[in-house]
């Protein structure tokens, strides 16, 4: 394998719901970094059914270049289909790196595109950077239960590739004036030869909380005693319109879904403001969160370990401080 053939960064432009999901934005604010350093191009590709109008996005985010597959067969994600195209886009173009979003799509797609090439994928970094001489990727995430920060890296093969964890990278500004190529592309593909077929989609119905989106999260721990006492979370969440975030002992305790997990095991989130109430701020905990605007506490213990990680702490009782917090922004 000569590294020499292999150039650009690459980003897979997933799309939902007729958008482009905001980590795939992020992930070309990124790779915008890692392309400028490498003096190479910065390419998406997009892979969907009516998806290329959303390739002049893709540019205005950041991409030099759009590669577009847009037929029925790519209606709804499917691995296989999916795979078959950025495979086929992979062996034309040869990019040096390929970057995922590390949602539940782009863990999928980038796993089966790794057994497929020979090459690694690292999962669920949070950081990355390019060395501007070799073109090796600097792919970080936490290692041993979030105690260190492991880069890995993959020496021997081309594409280099991971998955990145939502909001830990940022999108540029969206720019209408940014101009690039857009390519058409296309694979032999017939419907009869896919495997798997969607016979019907069924959507969640619950209501559920997006904390990855959140601006402001209002988390909970295992402080809050009981599952009644942890109504006092959703309450003040709502007075201030907030997302409801967790720790994973409430998670395990059954208090609230796993999807309001923070942390090492549950989601990564940087909103402008966090609480963190009745958490002690494990490592496993903090890893997920840390990143927030500004990181506010509640625990009745001055010496929890929150209270290294926080820009304000409030020493106190949950149960008499939120209350007041409560009232207070009930008549803001
Ligand atoms: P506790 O540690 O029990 O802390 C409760 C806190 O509430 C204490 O600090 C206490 O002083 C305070 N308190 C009690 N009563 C009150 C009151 N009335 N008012 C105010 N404060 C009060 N954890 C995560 O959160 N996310 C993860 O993703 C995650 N992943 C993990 C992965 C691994 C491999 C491992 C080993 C652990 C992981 N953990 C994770 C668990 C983590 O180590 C902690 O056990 C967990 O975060 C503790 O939850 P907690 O802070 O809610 O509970």
Not at 58 to 75: H, L, M, R, T
Not at 112 to 140: N, R, W, Y
Request: some cysteine.
């Amino acid at each position: 394998m000569s590294f020499e053939d292999y150039r650009g960064v690459w980003v897979f432009m997933e799309v939902k719901d007729g958008a482009i999901v905001p980590v795939a934005k992020e992930l070309l604010g990124a790779g915008r970094q890692l392309a400028d350093k490498r003096k190479t191009e910065l390419a998406g590709v997009l892979i969907g059914d009516g998806v290329s109008a959303l390739a002049e996005e893709a540019i205005y985010y950041g991409a030099d270049q759009v590669y577009v597959y847009d037929a029925p067969i790519f209606k709804h994600y499917r691995t296989e289909t999916y795979m078959r195209a950025l495979l086929a886009c992979t062996e034309k173009y040869k990019p040096e790196i390929i970057l995922y979003g590390a949602t539940s799509t782009g863990k999928d797609l980038a796993s089966a595109v790794a057994t497929d090439l020979p090459t690694g994928l690292t999962a669920d970094t949070t950081q990355l950077d390019v060395e501007e001489d070799t073109g090796l990727l600097l792919a970080s995430r936490p290692a041993f239960g979030g105690n260190i920060m492991a880069t890995i890296l993959c020496k021997k093969y081309r594409p280099q590739m991971a998955t990145v964890r939502p909001k830990v990278v940022r999108a540029l500004p969206r720019d209408a004036s940014r101009i690039g190529t857009i390519t058409r592309e296309s694979i032999e593909l017939r419907e009869e030869d896919v495997r798997t077929k969607v016979l019907e989609i069924v959507r969640q119905t619950v209501q559920r909380v997006r904390i990855d989106e959140a601006d402001i999260i209002v988390a909970g721990g295992k402080g809050l005693g009981s599952p009644a006492g942890f109504q006092l979370i959703h309450e003040f969440a709502d007075v201030i319109g907030a997302a409801v975030g967790a720790s994973r002992d409430v998670v395990e305790a059954g208090w609230i879904g796993h999807h309001h997990q923070v942390g090492q095991t549950g989601v990564t989130v940087t909103p402008k403001i966090y609480f963190a109430i009745g958490i002690s701020g494990a490592i496993q905990h903090i890893v997920g969160m840390q990143n927030s605007g500004l990181i506010i506490a509640i625990n009745k213990d001055p010496g929890a370990l929150i209270f290294q990680s926080c820009h304000y702490g409030i020493v106190g009782d949950a149960f008499e401080i939120v209350p007041m917090l409560i009232e207070q922004f009930k008549h803001a």
